[in-house]
């Protein structure tokens, strides 16, 4: 299983950023995707989940500035980050989610750093 996560770098403060995660080896249409972030001396957060369905689930930080979104034909979900703030400075991954009933399968990408220059 892969899941490689694109498109983050250096931008300023009221920009944006458009990160992509493209997935192998999972059956990317039953997965719910989700992106997280972790700064510096701080936990991993849920930042966006899209369920097998579309619906989607935002933290009311990002909520209006955020969207996540899939397309099961090409096995990747993206993260659409507009209106940036420098505490949006994390590394951002990428997770797929499976609910087999008995049990979950989670599986995360390598990261991808976001900076917010003031």
């Known amino acids: 299983v892969q899941l490689q996560a694109f498109g983050g770098g250096l931008v300023q403060a009221g920009g944006s950023l458009r990160l992509s995660c493209a997935a192998s080896?999972?059956?990317?249409?039953?997965?719910?995707m989700g992106w997280y972030r972790q700064a510096p001396g701080k936990q991993r957060d849920l930042v966006a989940a899209i369920t097998t369905d579309g619906s989607t689930n935002y933290p009311d930080s990002v909520k209006g500035r955020f969207t996540i979104s899939r397309d099961n034909a090409k096995n990747t979900v993206y993260l659409q980050m507009n209106s940036l703030k420098p505490e949006d400075t994390a590394i951002y991954y990428c997770n797929s989610h499976r609910n087999y009933g008995l049990g979950v399968k989670d599986y995360w990408g390598q990261g991808t750093l976001v900076t917010v220059s003031s």
């Open positions: 080896g999972i059956i990317f249409s039953r997965n719910v």
